[in-house]
């Protein structure tokens, strides 16, 4: 008995100093934390890349409005919106609105002179509607005139809803809206629209 007793301490003092296998039953610990840091930092990037692109797209298709030296046609808005989809690329769904706005001092108030939008489902800004993005707008004298271009990305994380949950990456629209004055003209008109 007492030399079995023996060999038994003698084998549990074997294994205790055994060190075959800890690597790997460390990795198994530290896999998920190691699967977290990696998919959560591909969420951030994508997610900053959209922002990224998608402002600068915005800025583009607003600058490219503004230095126009002539009225714009209703082909041209519609070339604007495509070169915004084509610079956001086919997977993010874009919807833009641009407006010519300018101000009437004797009205007090920002007025519309033309708005399209990309898509039904943003409809174009009047005069009444207008206040819904005043924030967004600078002070005016009267008869100043600026191009709003509003554009609205739809954002779905590269990773699904568990990895949104642990990173705290919303999916949603990503919004923007540029304001910039016209570059050689008082204001863009846009032909066959009263311009005010």
Same mark, same amino acid.
């Given at each position: 008995?007492?030399?079995?007793?023996?060999?038994?301490?003698?084998?549990?003092?074997?294994?205790?100093?055994?060190?075959?296998?800890? +690597?790997?039953?460390?990795?198994?610990? /530290?896999?998920?934390?190691?699967?977290?840091?990696?998919? $959560?930092?591909? %969420?951030?990037?994508?997610?900053?890349?959209?922002?990224?692109?998608? *402002?600068?797209?915005?800025?583009?298709?607003?600058? =490219?409005?503004?230095?126009? *030296?002539?009225?714009?046609?209703?082909?041209?808005?519609? $070339? /604007?919106?495509?070169?915004? *989809?084509? /610079?956001?690329?086919?997977?993010?769904?874009?919807?833009?609105?641009?407006?010519?706005?300018?101000?009437?001092? %004797?009205?007090?108030?920002?007025?519309?002179?033309?708005?399209?939008?990309?898509?039904?489902?943003?409809?174009? =800004?009047?005069?009444? %509607?207008?206040?819904?993005?005043?924030?967004? =707008?600078?002070? /005016?004298?009267?008869?100043? +005139?600026?191009?709003?271009?509003?554009?609205?990305?739809?954002?779905?994380?590269?990773?699904?809803?568990?990895?949104? +949950?642990?990173?705290?990456?919303? +999916?949603?629209?990503?919004?923007?809206?540029?304001? %910039?004055?016209?570059?050689? =003209?008082?204001?863009?008109?846009?032909? $066959?629209?009263?311009?005010?």
């Amino acid at each position: 008995m007492g030399n079995l007793i023996q060999k038994l301490k003698t084998s549990l003092r074997r294994f205790s100093r055994n060190e075959d296998g800890l +690597a790997s039953a460390e990795m198994i610990m /530290m896999l998920p934390f190691y699967m977290f840091c990696i998919l $959560g930092t591909f %969420t951030f990037w994508d997610a900053y890349d959209v922002v990224n692109r998608s *402002q600068k797209a915005a800025y583009s298709v607003s600058d =490219l409005v503004t230095r126009k *030296q002539d009225t714009v046609t209703e082909a041209y808005v519609e $070339g /604007m919106f495509n070169t915004m *989809q084509y /610079m956001m690329g086919p997977t993010l769904p874009v919807r833009t609105r641009i407006t010519s706005v300018f101000y009437s001092q %004797t009205r007090n108030r920002y007025e519309v002179l033309w708005s399209r939008s990309s898509v039904p489902t943003v409809p174009p =800004l009047t005069t009444d %509607t207008i206040p819904s993005i005043q924030s967004h =707008l600078p002070q /005016m004298y009267d008869g100043d +005139a600026l191009i709003v271009v509003e554009a609205n990305v739809d954002f779905v994380p590269i990773f699904g809803a568990e990895i949104i +949950a642990m990173t705290r990456v919303d +999916a949603g629209t990503m919004r923007h809206v540029i304001v %910039t004055r016209p570059r050689f =003209l008082p204001k863009i008109c846009m032909q $066959g629209v009263a311009c005010g």
